[in-house]
């Protein structure tokens, strides 16, 4: 017994200020961990990154500041890292390889986060697919589109794919292209389509509508009526532009050409 003893001492006077070291080690890690974190986020929200995107390097910084420290405390207690930081390191790369899709994803969204090529509410165009964005993730991207479905696109292809954003400015202009017959006076048709987007109350003055000549057609005279409008007036005015078209061409006796079917009779 009183040999076990005088090893039981020998092991204390040996470890002793090994583990008293670890362990203020690890307090003070842990204190200066939480300090890090704290900054982090604070130099994140002045930033104005987004909240999501706060919380989550906040927690991988965290993490990986706290196996930092696991690694330092147990290198004090004279346990040999070597082959500990390799399993670490391996299971890593094992973990990266299995989630090379959702790392591709968390790169884009944090890139839109950070960089933010569009917000939620505003209207966009990408991967094929168009809508309202109703809510940007960590890993995908939601849009609503017109007809109230909803469609989920991963970050990763969307941050590498071309974006339209319709809502980026404030006025937008609608393009329309009208064609009337050859036989239509064009000065009267260009007051006649001018009277219309000059007197819409949604279509703007400055910069004043135009309404252009553009194109002989094979079986029309195309004109081009251009008129800019705040962005979320952009499909009133189109479609009411539209149906003020051709209404006031009918008035005017001005043709808008279409294809005839002509039957032809054959004598018995």
């Known amino acids: 017994m009183e040999k076990y003893l005088e090893k039981a001492e020998e092991l204390f006077v040996i470890y002793a200020p090994k583990i008293v070291t670890a362990l203020l080690i690890l307090l003070v890690g842990l204190f200066v961990i939480n300090l890090i974190i704290k900054l982090t986020k604070k130099v994140m929200k002045k ?72 917000k939620v509410g505003d209207f966009i165009k990408a991967q094929g697919e168009q809508g309202v964005v109703k809510s940007i993730e960590i890993f995908t991207t939601k849009l609503n589109t017109v007809d109230n479905k909803e469609i989920i696109i991963p970050n990763g292809a969307l941050s590498n794919s071309n974006i339209v954003n319709f809502s980026a400015e404030k006025t937008r202009r609608v393009d329309l292209t009208f064609g009337v ?54 499909w009133t005015v189109y479609t009411e532009v539209l149906e003020q078209t051709k209404e006031a061409l009918d008035t005017a006796g001005i043709e808008i050409p279409y294809p005839h079917v002509v039957e032809i009779k054959k004598n018995a």
Not at 88 to 100: R, T
Not at 196 to 210: C, G, Q, R, S, Y
């Open 47 to 118: 930033s104005k990154i987004d909240t999501t995107l706060q919380k989550f390097f906040g927690d991988l910084l965290g993490w990986a500041l706290k196996a930092l420290l696991v690694v330092t405390v147990i290198s004090k207690l004279g346990v040999p890292t070597a082959s500990f930081t390799a399993i670490i390191g391996a299971a890593g790369l094992a973990v990266g390889l299995a989630l090379q899709g959702s790392l591709a994803n968390f790169a884009g969204g944090a890139l839109i986060m950070i960089f933010k090529p569009f």
């Open 181 to 234: 017959s050859y036989d239509a006076d064009i000065k009267e048709t260009k007051n006649v389509l001018t009277a219309i987007v000059t007197n819409h109350p949604l279509v703007l003055k400055d910069p004043a509508p135009a309404v252009l000549l553009t194109e002989l057609a094979d079986s029309s005279i195309n004109f081009a009526v251009r008129s800019w409008v705040n962005s979320a007036d952009y």
